[in-house]
């Protein structure tokens, strides 16, 4: 049974990825890890896991096939470069890393080592999304993120938020990009009011949207092709529009919602991936070309 790590059990890994490896334990012997003997007993116990570790040394000594990396961003390029050089594939939550010149070199040597890098992308397999995709002829895309009220300093907002729509609108696109332009509007003591970015292919526009200070939570994502129109609510709800025929999806009520969200068809892929050494399902062009756009936003 291949032996998976859990690197950082904060928010993000209890609420979206815990859950979903506390169901596979039948497939995978998961390792959890972190600095904090407390959380580490609870979490254990709590989704019945039954091997744990203090730090990263205590996990790559148990030799796992892949770790999972739920550290802060700062640390990610560090711990991401020490379990390639000891042969271990990395999952990572967004951003792989703010710098886009370390974002590069460990994908190269990512790539050297014949390992998988994974950059947590969710949304690219949402399911909702996934139809988006398949539409043929696409012509306009607009991703729009709203937020009700703001507070985050730029860098972090364009890096934490931002990214998930940026990366979204570049998913979507079926043809190679050709032009880009964006902008930043950011309040007097830095934090992010809007950003805007756009892109476009031989045949196809790409708006992109953050609005940090818009009075509703609310991400909603548009796609309109040559013969129809199709929209994603948070998630969750795909709208159909043809002319006089508009058609709204929903998930059933017991769907659960890491489904819907795209967290459990990434986590299943990238294990896939791992135990077959197979193609990585964030493919790491696009993922470079998504984190090189918010640098590039920060940067004009």
């Known amino acids: 049974m291949l032996k998976i790590g859990v690197l950082g059990l904060g928010n993000i890994a209890q ?39 203090a730090n990263l040394d205590e996990l790559i000594a148990a030799k796992p096939a892949a770790v999972f990396v739920h550290t802060p961003t700062a640390t990610h390029a560090a711990i991401i470069k020490q379990l390639l050089l000891h042969d271990i594939n990395v999952y990572v939550d967004k951003p792989v890393a703010t710098d886009l010149s ?12 014949h390992l998988l890098l994974t950059c947590g992308f969710n949304r690219r397999f949402a ?24 507070g985050q300093l730029v860098e972090d907002a364009v890096f934490d938020l ?22 930043i509007v950011a309040t007097e003591d830095g934090r992010l009011e809007q950003g805007y970015f756009s892109a476009q292919t031989a045949h196809e526009q790409l708006q992109v949207v953050t609005n940090m200070y818009g009075g509703v939570n609310l991400e909603q994502t548009t796609v309109q092709a040559t013969t129809q129109r199709a929209m994603v609510t948070n998630l969750n709800t795909l709208t159909s529009f043809k002319t006089a025929q508009t058609q709204t999806t ?13 967290f459990a068809p990434l986590i299943r892929a990238f294990l896939t991936a791992v135990a077959t050494h197979g193609p990585n399902p964030v493919d790491p062009t696009s993922a470079i070309t998504s984190h090189a756009v918010c640098r590039h936003l920060l940067s004009d």
Not at 21 to 29: G, L, S, V
Not at 102 to 113: E, I, M, P
Not at 129 to 147: S, T
């Open 127 to 150: 399911p909702c999304n996934q139809q988006l995709k398949a539409l043929p002829d696409k012509r306009l895309i607009f991703a729009e993120k709203v937020r009700e009220t703001g």
């Open 162 to 183: 931002m990214i998930h729509t940026v990366d979204t609108g570049l998913f979507l696109l079926d043809e190679p990009l050709m032009e880009t332009d964006g902008r």
């Open 250 to 262: 929903a998930f059933p009520d017991w769907t659960p919602t890491l489904e819907k969200r795209g």
């Open 15 to 53: 609420k979206a990825y815990l859950p979903v490896m506390a169901a596979m334990q039948d497939q995978y012997e998961f390792h959890l890890t972190t600095r904090n003997p407390e959380k580490r007993a609870k979490l254990a116990a709590e989704y019945g896991f039954t091997h744990t570790h």
């Open 102 to 113: 370390a974002v590069q070199s460990l994908y190269d040597l990512a790539a050297a080592r």
